[in-house]
C-alpha cells in the first residue's frame, strides 16, 4: 500500500493535521492508504494500481536517484508523518520509504521481513542499473525487453519535464503581464496614471 498525503495535508501545521486525521473529517483531506503495485524493470520502478493495470500510475522512479530504508512504527519521525503512520493499512505491520529528489513515498507491507526485502532488492536494482549506465556490466545479462521499458520511462520523464516546463513558463508569463498591468494603474513621478 502506498501513503497518499494530499497537498493541503502536507502544508498543514500539526493542530490541524490532528484535526484533519480524525474520523470527523472527509478522507479526501487526510493521508490515505491505496494499494499500489511496484515494479523494478530497467533503471526505473513503476507504480501500477492493481495487478491487471496496462499503464503504470504517474511518472516511474528513476533508480539511480532513489534512496530506500525501513521505517520503524516505534520510532518519532523527523517528517512530522506520524498520525499518518498511526493508520496504516489492516493486515501490515511495517512500512519502508523511497526517495527520490527530496520527495518521500511511503508503502506499508505485511512485515518487517518484506520492508527489509523490498530496500535491499530497490538498492540492488539502483547498483546495477549504475553500474551498466557506467558501462562496466559487460558480463551482466540485460534482456533485450529492458530496453523497451527504459525508452518508455524516459519518455515518461521527458513528457513531465515539458510539461512542467511549460506551465513554468505559462506562469513567468502570467506574472510578467500581471506586473506590467499593476505598473500602468500606478502614477507617474509628475502624478500622472499611465
Not at 84 to 89: L, V, W
Request: aromatic share 12%; glycine share 4%.
Amino acid at each position: 500500500h502506498k501513503l497518499h498525503v494530499p497537498i493541503f495535508y502536507l502544508l498543514s501545521p500539526a493542530w490541524m493535521k490532528r484535526t484533519l486525521s480524525c474520523w470527523i473529517c472527509p478522507k479526501s483531506f487526510s493521508p490515505q492508504w491505496k494499494q499500489r503495485y511496484l515494479i523494478a524493470v530497467g533503471k526505473y520502478v513503476y507504480r501500477f494500481q492493481n495487478d491487471h493495470s496496462r499503464d503504470p500510475k504517474g511518472v516511474p522512479l528513476s533508480l539511480q536517484e532513489m534512496d530506500t530504508r525501513v521505517i520503524s512504527l516505534t520510532e518519532p519521525q523527523e517528517d512530522d508523518m506520524e498520525i499518518a503512520f498511526s493508520t496504516i493499512s489492516p493486515g501490515c505491520t511495517a512500512m519502508f520509504k523511497v526517495s527520490v529528489f527530496g520527495k518521500n513515498q511511503y508503502f506499508a507491507v505485511s512485515d518487517r521481513e518484506e520492508a527489509v526485502t523490498w530496500t535491499n532488492s530497490i538498492q540492488q536494482a539502483r547498483q546495477e542499473s549504475i553500474t551498466r549506465i557506467m558501462g562496466h556490466a559487460e558480463d551482466c545479462t540485460y534482456p533485450k525487453s529492458w530496453d523497451y521499458y527504459d525508452r518508455l520511462g524516459d519518455d515518461h520523464v521527458k513528457r513531465k519535464e515539458r510539461i512542467k516546463k511549460s506551465l513554468n513558463e505559462a506562469n513567468k508569463r502570467e506574472l510578467e503581464l500581471s506586473s506590467t498591468f499593476s505598473n500602468n494603474n500606478l502614477p507617474d513621478p509628475t502624478g500622472h496614471y499611465g
